[in-house]
């Protein structure tokens, strides 16, 4: 009688052992996601909320990407669609992309692809779209060396390279066409500089 209870035991042990063998073994249901995640680089991040705050303790900008590549040998960080705010004492300003580069050292964001600058304003707000734009975060200093359609309130240019100092609110444009169009008359100057 216990060796028909043992025999019993070892053929559960052994089916159990077995079907856990088994189950083991079968490939996992891997739900596909919507990253596609490369093998060399150093590591991912996704869903990227960054905070960056000034020396007096209030925020400098805010980074938001759904997607972050870094390389640590180079240092540098490949973003997907970044989109940043900056505070600055006079204007807020959002910067947008299809794609960027954040280079580590010098803190320098390189926008590609449909860039778009926005400075919320009530005064003075003001469009500017391009294919790339140079960010020089620790300056708060635009460049944009390739050329750029501005949309303000009053005004509508071209324009072939410019730089932009946001916490200075100054601007420099080269190549420029424009439109003008005060806003208590009703005539519009075409000039060139």
Known sequence: MKSNYLLIIIIFISAALGLGWFFDKQPADITSSSLEVPDN???YLS?????S??????????????YLE??????????????MQFYGDKSEWIIQAET???YHIEEQFELEHQVKLTRSSKLQPMLLTTSLMILKAQKDLIEVP?????TTKNAKL???????SMDQNQYHFKGVSAIY??????RSSNGQS
């Open 158 to 164: 071209q324009a072939a390279s410019a730089v932009l």
């Open 181 to 186: 169009k005060p806003n208590n008359l009703n």
């Open 146 to 150: 390739q050329a750029m359609h501005v």
């Open 41 to 43: 680089i150093d590591y």
């Open 100 to 102: 960027g580069r954040l």
């Open 70 to 83: 870094h390389y640590i040998q180079q240092n540098i960080s490949h973003l997907k669609q970044p989109d």
């Open 53 to 66: 705050m000034n020396q007096q303790g209030s925020v400098h900008y805010l980074l938001n990407s759904p």
């Open 47 to 51: 869903n990227l909320k960054y905070r």
